[in-house]
C-alpha cells in the first residue's frame, strides 16, 4: 500500500514539474518518457486515475486541462507546535490547497491585505485573504464590505437590524453603515508567506 502510494506521488510529483515548466500538459506521446511506461495503455490508465482523483478533466471538446494541479503539495504528516519533537517524514497523502481553501471556485476571490485593522485576528499587511462571494453571513464573521462608498475588511456583528462593523485593533473605532452596506463576501481563509524566497 505505502509503495502505491508513493508510486501515485512521484507520479503526480512529474506531471507537476512538467505543468510548471511547460505551461502546458504533456501529450500521451510524452508521457510514455515522463512515466517510464513502455505501452499507450499503460498512459491511459494512469490518465484515468488523475482524471479520477479530479486532479485532470476534460473539456467540452475531450482535451485534458489541469483541474487540482497547480496547487497539489506533499501532506508528511503533523508536527507539534508546543515543543519540538523528531518529524519522521512519511507521506500521508497529497493535498491541494484548492481544493482544502475552497469550496466553491466560481464565488472565490483572492485580495491582498493593506492596513493594520484586522491585526489582532492574525491578519498583517500584505497576507493574502480569500472570500467567499454569496455564503450566509453570520454575526462575528470577518466581511469584505463597501459602506459609505470605502470597501473595508472588518468584523460582522448585527443585533437586529442594526449593523456595526468592528476592527480586530482598539486603535480603530467600530463603524456604523449610514447608507446601504455592500456585501463583497466572508473572509474564508488567510494566507502568509513567511520565507522571502
Known sequence: MKRNVNRWAEQLERLTHFYHTHRRLPAYSEMLTLFSFHSKNAVSKLVQKFLARGVLTKDLQGRLI?????GTVKMLG??????PSPAEEELVDILSLDEFLIEKPDATYMLKVSGDSMIEAGIHPGDLVL?????????????????????TMKYYFRNGKNILLKAANRKYPPLKPKQELVMGGVVIACIRKYASH
Open 131 to 151: 472570500v467567499e462571494r454569496g455564503r450566509p453571513v453570520r454575526h462575528g464573521d470577518i466581511i469584505v464590505a463597501q459602506t459609505d462608498g470605502e470597501w
Open 78 to 83: 503533523t508536527v507539534q507546535a508546543g515543543f
Open 66 to 70: 489541469p483541474e487540482r494541479l497547480a
